[in-house]
Structures are given as C-alpha cells and as structure tokens.
C-alpha cells in the first residue's frame, strides 16, 4: 500500500505527460481546443504533483 502523498506525486505525473501530449497534438493538429485542454491538464498535474510532495513533508 503505498502513501497518499506518492500516489498524488504519480498520478500528477501522469496527468502532466497526458496534458503535454494533449498539448503537442491540438497544436500538430492546429486544434485550440485540444491544445488548452492539455495545458490546463499539464497544469493541474504539477499542482497535483506539489501537493504530493507538500503532504510528504508533513508525513514525517
């Protein structure tokens, strides 16, 4: 069983890879759409992933 504060580091991580893909394709694709989604979801995974990282601190 791993910690809260691991599982929000990962799976901001992942959110932040998701957004950057997200991000590259709406511009190959010259979609504005897909390109704010996935800077708004690359955004939310580093305040995920800092979030981790916060609640490590306090963990100890």
Known sequence: MTKPSTNDEVKGTVHQVKGAVKEAAGR?????????????????????????????????
């Not at 979609?31 to 306090?58: C, H, M, S, W, Y």
Request: proline fraction near 3%; charged fraction near 40%; charge should be positive.
């Open 28 to 60: 190959v694709a010259k979609n504005p759409d897909l390109e704010a989604e996935g800077t708004a979801e690359k955004t939310g995974g580093k305040v995920q992933k800092k979030i981790g990282q916060i609640e490590r601190v306090f963990e100890k």
